[in-house]
């Protein structure tokens, strides 16, 4: 029976901070989903899941955060289990039952690719 697995450790110490915040957790599944959750001392925190082509962003209070992370991973593995790959239905009731953003600096991070050229 596949598990879930703690990569925390495989991130040094700068590479767990990013911009103003920090990854707490990283954990996949079957080496193929991701879920890592990233706190901060000002904003909410940041939980980022990544499965196949779709991945994102959810916003979560700090209070809420570690139960809503247990949640999120539970949908996605289940869904893994089902198909392999996520189906559209899935997706479009997970975006929207979760309130997903789409990380844009994920894609292209505007800051870091201005300071390689300054």
Known sequence: MKEWKN???????????????????????????EVSLFSSRTDPYEIYFSYGYMYGIIYVEKEDADAK?????????????KSREPSDEF????TKKH???FPNDIVFDTDAFFDAFL
């Not at 990854?23 to 080496?31: A, K, L, N, Q, S």
């Not at 992370?69 to 289990?81: M, P, T």
């Open 7 to 33: 990569v925390t450790d495989s991130f040094s110490e700068e590479q767990r901070h990013y911009k103003n915040t920090y990854m707490e957790i990283c954990e996949v599944y079957d080496e193929v989903v």
């Open 91 to 94: 997706v479009n009731s997970f």
């Open 69 to 81: 992370r247990e949640e999120i991973k539970k949908e996605l593995q289940a869904e893994y289990r």
């Open 99 to 101: 309130h997903v953003c």
